[in-house]
T-cell receptor, first 118, second 113 residues
Framework: EPEVTQTPSHQVTQMGQEVILRCVPI?????FYWYRQILGQKVEFLVS????????KSEIFDDQFSVERPDGSNFTLKIRSTKLEDSAMYFC????????????????FGPGTRLTVL | AQKVTQAQTEISVVEKEDVTLDCVYE???????LFWYKQPPSGELVFLIR??????QNEISGRYSWNFQKSTSSFNFTITASQVVDSAVYFC??????????FGKGTSLLVTP
């Protein structure tokens, strides 16, 4: 069964450093998402991406964040200058279509990357 | 305002008991979509079910069942004859036709032998 994959599973970085989190969405999916989950809290939407553009972003997704689809398979989240409060689990998700009345809009999540900022 | 409320923070049951996880949502849209995801101790998010706002049929999948009631804005999840492997955090989520899933805070279910 196709699945979303994410690398690395755990990333430790120093405050102020740049990190890139990588995701490979399900191959026939067109919509890609990043969410984060601070330890013990709910999952929060960061950004969605379609047709090489950001389609929606939350207030959390400020100028220190960026997303990119550098090739036909990878989808990345870059945090330019990490802060202590960026420590969280980051989930990538993908869906075949946008929400529109069909099961193909279901977002499937990867296993997550745990980011620890020291 | 919180769009998805999961009032039960933690539930503990003994194996083989039935357990219901509550989810109350808030939206002004007439078309929306509701989801349940499971997060086992290993941390991944596993999709369980999706429901459209115009489909109030309840659904049963093995030991899992879902009760969707628009009149009370609820989408509750019942596990029948719970098992230790059901121990996880369960999230209810709402999509209002856009891109973002709005998650509840989750209910942590512990099933003990």
């Amino acid at each position: 069964e196709p699945e979303v994959t994410q690398t690395p599973s755990h990333q430790v970085t120093q405050m102020g450093q740049e990190v890139i989190l990588r995701c490979v969405p399900i191959s026939n999916h067109l919509y890609f998402y990043w969410y984060r989950q601070i330890l013990g809290q709910k999952v929060e939407f960061l950004v969605s991406f379609y047709n090489n553009e950001i389609s929606e972003k939350s207030e959390i997704f400020d100028d220190q964040f960026s997303v990119e689809r550098p090739d036909g398979s990878n989808f990345t989240l870059k945090i330019r200058s990490t802060k202590l409060e960026d420590s969280a689990m980051y989930f990538c998700a993908s869906s075949e279509i946008l929400a529109g009345g069909s099961d193909t809009d279901t977002q499937y999540f990867g296993p997550g990357t745990r980011l620890t900022v020291l | 305002a919180q769009k998805v409320t999961q009032a039960q923070t933690e539930i503990s049951v003994v194996e083989k008991e039935d357990v219901t996880l509550d989810c109350v949502y808030e939206t002004r849209d007439t078309t929306y979509y509701l989801f349940w995801y499971k997060q086992p101790p290993s941390g991944e998010l596993v999709f369980l079910i999706r429901r459209n706002s115009f489909d109030e049929q309840n659904e049963i999948s093995g030991r899992y069942s879902w009760n969707f009631q628009k009149s009370t804005s609820s989408f509750n999840f019942t596990i029948t004859a719970s098992q230790v492997v059901d121990s996880a955090v369960y999230f209810c989520a709402l999509s209002e036709g856009g891109y973002a899933l709005n998650f509840g805070k989750g209910t942590s279910l512990l099933v003990t032998p």
